[in-house]
């Protein structure tokens, strides 16, 4: 187990507009800001993007299984933010649907916002968290300063 303790810094609340890509317009919003440990809590709906729904099997490291969606889904996710090599690297799970199907998962790629995204981000600070490339995964994972 890997663990971290801080406390909180700052909050935003940030709109993102209609035809944004929302993963793109966070990101510059959050390197703006300098914010390099957090958490996204985010609703609203998007008109299309990626999710990556689990792996094609269950193996190391992991093929991922994308599924796209367009049309106007509504969305709901959550979303790290951690120090990397490149700036802060976030890491998105949300739940997009549409009618009678949804899908959950890693939202990956540009996603066009659909009439808007509300997003609170808040920062954490007094952490040491980094995204680090993982070789046996092939996977940017979270390392902690604790480590038992």
Do not use: N
């Amino acid at each position: 187990m890997q663990y971290s303790e801080g406390r909180v810094g700052r909050v935003f609340v940030v709109r993102v507009e209609d035809g944004e890509d929302f993963p793109g317009t966070i990101e510059r919003f959050v390197s703006e800001k300098a914010i390099m440990t957090g958490t996204i809590h985010f609703l609203g709906a998007l008109k299309e993007g990626a999710v990556v729904t689990g792996p094609e099997k269950p193996v190391i490291p992991p093929v991922p299984q994308v599924q796209m969606f367009s049309g106007g889904w509504e969305v709901v996710g959550f979303a790290t933010i951690y120090r990397s090599d490149e700036g802060p690297a976030i890491h998105y799970h949300a739940s997009v649907g549409r009618g009678e199907s949804a899908l959950t998962g890693c939202l990956r790629g540009k996603a066009a916002v659909y009439l808007v995204v509300e997003a609170v981000i808040t920062e954490f600070i007094g952490m040491e968290v980094s995204r680090v490339y993982d070789e046996e995964t092939g996977l940017k994972l979270p390392v902690h300063e604790h480590r038992s």
